[in-house]
């Protein structure tokens, strides 16, 4: 099964294959209407529809208020990393975590995933780039607000001033992450909170390379 079939529908995969096909033996892309004709749509809305899930999920790509700029993106096989498709990636959603006191509710399963322009944003995802909600307040000091998406890589060594998710005591939070004097503890970014030092043990996870954010 390749990666295209786990995100698009069967139609999906039918349209962009004629937008593939056409941009190939034509030298452009087909139109709204030649798109509807081929599949025997009874409008041009339908047709509409398909096209603009495929740019949104980031299979087509095109240029606004330019007739037949439609252009089918270069398509990855890798199911295990990141899925490729030009300069957009898939980042898997792995649950929430608290940007406020610690809460041991860790939630491992994949929940979607995000399309991002790597080039906007300046990272360069591998298999261990993963993508958590924010829940809470306490890191506003950092610009980061309940239910952003924090984008993390698992592995990397954090420095001081880092933002990372982590556990503290077996207890999950995202915060900032301070080394002094040999001691390392997390802290918040909002004076209602307190240092996060722990008791016993404090594992970090990911280290937060990006941040997005959706308009409400």
Known sequence: MNSMSLSLTHRQQEVLGFIREQQQTQGTAPSLREVAAHFGFRSMTAAADHVKALRRKGYLTHRPHQARSLRALPLAVDTHHPVERGRIVDIPVYGSIPAGFADDRRQEGREGC????????????????????????????????????????????????????????????????????????LKAENPSYPDFIPAQELVIQGVMVALIRKYR
């Open 114 to 185: 995000i399309s991002v322009d790597v080039e906007t944003l300046g990272i360069s995802p591998s298999s261990r780039t993963f993508a958590l909600e924010v829940r809470g307040n306490s890191m506003e000091g950092r610009h980061i607000l309940n239910g952003d998406y924090a984008i993390l890589e698992h592995g990397m060594d954090p420095r001081p001033g880092d933002v990372v998710a982590a556990l503290i005591d077996n207890e999950s939070t995202l915060k900032t992450f301070v080394k002094q004097h040999g001691k390392t503890w």
